[in-house]
């Protein structure tokens, strides 16, 4: 399975909140350290649970308005959406296995 899609903030309401499945939205930039280092470890949850879970990118610098709207003031920050509310926030770069157990209501 390939990296995450990204999204936007024209597509956000399609792609997240009117999912029939949770959605993870990875809210990134492209020059946040961090950022690049936890989208690999998304990819790899993305190939092993992605029948449960989707996961999205969203880049906070091109799509303000969403990150705005979310009050994102600092990246990565992930949010689970379950029927198009909020239903969990991760904020930092984790490692597998914490991403993995932050998650386990959502692909456990």
């Known amino acids: 399975m390939s990296a995450a899609p990204a999204i936007t ?3 956000f309401d399609a792609d997240v909140l009117k999912s029939t499945k949770p959605v ?3 809210f990134w930039a492209e020059w ?3 950022c690049r280092a936890v ?3 998304l990819d ?3 190939a092993e649970h992605g029948d449960k879970l989707e996961i999205v990118k ?4 091109e799509n303000p308005q969403t990150a705005m709207a979310y009050q994102i003031t600092s990246i990565p920050a992930m949010k689970v959406f379950v029927n198009g509310e909020v239903a969990k926030t991760i ?4 490692p597998k296995p914490a991403l993995e157990h932050d998650l386990a209501d959502f692909i456990g």
């Open 32 to 34: 946040c350290g961090p």
């Open 39 to 41: 989208g690999p470890i």
């Open 9 to 11: 903030d024209a597509s």
């Open 58 to 61: 969203l880049n906070v610098d």
């Open 44 to 46: 790899q949850l993305r």
């Open 24 to 26: 993870l939205v990875d």
């Open 91 to 94: 904020i930092g770069a984790k």
